[in-house]
């Protein structure tokens, strides 16, 4: 699934980030907070917003929504904040998001070379239990047939 930031970089680093783009795409914004420093771009964009939830409220929402207009994400840059503001857009914030993207290319070039880690607990895929399960934050007991 490809996100509306990881359009926007593809569609702005062209080839340069196409590997890091499809990482990109297939990250949630929890997941790219660890390895991209996004940071500065709500310092940058803040100013667009009345409250500074809104701002990083807009990056989680760019970072894990697919995008309507894959050929002009621009439009899917736009529609996203008039969805969460209800207010005009203001084309000066797409140029903050372009020179933030445009000035962090290595990183987000980068990005393809991250390592999610699981340091909370343990992963479980599929479990099949006959019995009562305890301790997976909070007991399960399967229902009798």
């Known amino acids: 699934m490809a996100t509306i930031f990881s359009t926007v970089c593809a569609f702005l680093l062209a080839h340069k980030a196409d590997i890091a783009s499809k990482v990109i795409a297939s990250a949630t914004y929890d997941g790219l907070k660890k390895v991209l420093d996004f940071s500065s771009l709500k310092k940058r964009i803040s100013k667009f917003f009345k409250k500074d939830e809104d701002a990083e409220k807009y990056l989680e929402t760019i970072c894990n929504t697919e995008p309507k207009n894959v050929a002009k994400p621009y439009r899917d840059i736009e529609d996203s904040f008039e969805e969460l503001t209800g207010e005009k857009f203001d084309n000066e914030l797409y140029n903050e998001i372009k020179n933030w993207v445009e000035e ?39 229902k009798k047939d």
Not at 112 to 119: P, T
């Open 104 to 142: 962090n290319h290595a990183q987000i070039s980068n990005v393809s070379k991250m390592e999610f880690k699981n340091e909370g607990g343990f992963n479980i895929g599929i479990q099949n239990a006959g019995k009562n399960i305890f301790n997976i934050q909070g007991d399960y007991q399967p």
